[in-house]
């Protein structure tokens, strides 16, 4: 919060109101979940379906990579002819 406010930590806990603000927000955020917990309780099924989302991407970026070598031979190739 005072980093996007742009004050210090310690003049946020130093006027009343703020603190109390602050306070409340923590105890409301109490018992629940933070994001790394939720991240270490990721089932395997949704590790399967993000790692096969990932393969899937990398397989493209494999695909457009060939592709794109090859042109660059065929053009080198039409480059050196026209010489």
């Known amino acids: 919060m005072s980093e996007q406010s742009g004050v210090s930590k310690a003049y946020l ?4 109101n703020l603190r109390e ?3 409340t927000l923590r105890k409301q955020q109490q018992g629940l979940p ?3 917990h939720i991240k270490n309780e990721m089932t395997d099924s949704s590790k399967d379906v993000l790692l096969a989302a990932k393969n899937k991407r990398i397989k493209v970026l494999e695909d457009e990579i060939r592709h794109l070598k090859d042109q660059l031979m065929r053009l080198g190739g039409e480059l050196y ?3």
């Open 81 to 83: 002819d026209s010489l």
């Open 34 to 36: 933070s994001r790394k």
């Open 21 to 23: 603000r602050i306070e």
């Open 13 to 16: 806990y130093q006027h009343q």
